[in-house]
């Protein structure tokens, strides 16, 4: 489809912020243009892409992406990334800092932004550490970085330990305007596990990671966050103490929000009965209870936001025994599918998890608004009632750890728009 070329999406029924209702949406000059009942492109040259049975919404976005570029060019990179979030649906993805090296200053910033340009399937927003080298030891410069329009900082992958640091942090990013995003896990709990402790890991005999690693670290930045009037952000929350802390800090007017991943509503630690490593990821899957616990809390609004955490590794690395393999598991492709299938929620509260929510916590103002006149055309078509079968092998990702190999799942995106350029159409990437 020629570059440029106005578009009108017909058939659908949109589903924003705003509501629901059947409309066509035409797009030109990388803006909504009209949102009509019905709009005729007949006679002007104007690309149709068919909406027939679909949902029209805007594009997703994803808090928790790992890119892997730079420095793990082998699992994943910015370009091949960039293409799985378009084929699953989103137009915004924050990217994790952890590459090696670290994007912990400008130069790094400037070269992830510049990758996600050049590769123009989604809008690729760096994260950035929270100390330098995410060694947990001395602040980064975040006033360089945020001059880049980082708003996010996160040492993800590791929890900062110091406590004296994380408040100096929040103060800091306090008056930058900046959102701290907290991996919570306290190393001293958590050193040497592999999987959740419990009653799985003492039959497996794998080393475990109790919920109080997390909790403890959650309640910590809690009172921290009361302390310094900082906004802070929880990762992929995954025990249900953690979503009871939260719960009650929000109920208290704190200014914090929270992200769960799919993996933690959809699995828990029993899938590692299999010794498969595809299973291990961090903060590790835990028990059924919990499991509902993040349902229950995806449901009332405790957890704001449905992230990815999409963690690509090479199959070599995950064919290590389970205490050697890294952890981490794919999840671009599948999120919405799971979504969807997995959970009891009408289609406008999966959809607020997944754009607009994530996009008001990230500042992303140019996604998740409103579908209408001069609004950014960042949107995303997908049939609800699709049916199909999660198949590692054609998955856009460069690397396969999936653990949804073979899963029946409902829901698939159709097209995705990326400033009023198709960049997915009819289940296809463009480029």
């Known amino acids: 489809m020629a570059e440029g070329l106005a578009v009108v999406i017909r058939g659908g029924e949109v589903i924003d912020a705003v509501g ?86 400008a130069a790094v910033v400037q070269q992830v932004l510049d990758a996600g ?15 330098v080298g995410r060694a947990g030891t001395s602040l980064s410069p975040m006033a360089e970085m945020r001059a880049l329009g980082v708003r996010v900082f996160t040492d993800d992958g590791a929890g900062v330990q110091d406590d004296g640091l994380m408040r100096r942090a929040m103060e800091y990013g306090r008056g930058a305007g900046a959102i701290l995003a907290q991996h919570c896990e306290v190393d001293a709990l958590a050193k040497g596990g592999h999987m959740n402790e419990g009653e799985w890991s003492s039959k497996l005999g ?27 952000h929880f ?12 719960r009650a800090a929000k109920a208290a007017g704190l200014p914090v929000t929270a992200e769960a991943t799919t993996h933690h509503f959809t699995l828990t630690d029993e899938y590692c009965a299999s010794y498969d490593s595809v299973f291990k990821v961090n903060p590790p899957l835990r028990t059924a209870a919990d499991v509902a616990a993040i349902r229950a809390g995806l449901a009332d609004g405790t957890i704001d936001a449905i992230a990815t955490d999409h963690a690509p590794h090479t199959q070599e690395s995950k064919e290590l025994p389970f205490d050697e393999a890294p952890p981490g598991m794919l999840g671009l492709e599948t999120a919405l599918a799971l979504a969807i299938t997995e959970l009891d929620l009408p289609m406008e509260r999966v959809l607020a998890l997944m754009s607009w929510r994530p996009a008001a916590i990230a500042g ?49 995106v159709r097209h995705t728009v990326l400033w009023g350029q198709p960049v997915v159409i009819d289940g296809e990437a463009q480029r």
């Open 117 to 131: 340009r050049s590769a123009g399937l989604c809008d690729v927003f760096p994260a950035g550490t929270i100390t």
């Open 235 to 246: 990762q992929h929350l995954s025990t249900a103490g953690s979503v009871e802390l939260v």
């Open 206 to 232: 794998i080393p475990g990671i109790p919920a109080a690693a997390e909790e403890l670290m959650v309640a910590r930045d809690l009172a921290l966050a009361k302390l310094t009037g900082a906004t802070v």
């Open 20 to 105: 629901r209702r059947r409309a066509d949406v035409m797009i030109s000059g990388g803006q909504v243009v009209a949102v009509e009942d019905t709009i005729d492109p007949s006679g002007t040259g104007t690309a149709v892409l068919d909406a027939s049975g679909c949902v029209i919404s805007p594009g997703l976005v994803d808090l928790h992406t790992h890119l892997r570029e730079p420095g793990r060019e082998e699992a994943e990179t910015i370009e091949t990334g960039s293409r799985a979030a378009a084929l699953g649906g989103y137009t915004a993805v924050v990217a994790m800092p952890n590459t090696d090296p670290p994007c912990d200053c």
């Open 364 to 412: 992303l103002v140019a996604h998740g608004g409103p579908i209408a006149p001069g609004r950014p055309a960042n949107l995303c078509v997908f049939d609800p009632a699709a049916a199909w079968t999660v198949d590692p092998e054609r998955l856009a990702s460069r690397s396969r750890n999936t653990p949804y190999a073979g899963r029946r799942v409902q829901g698939k």
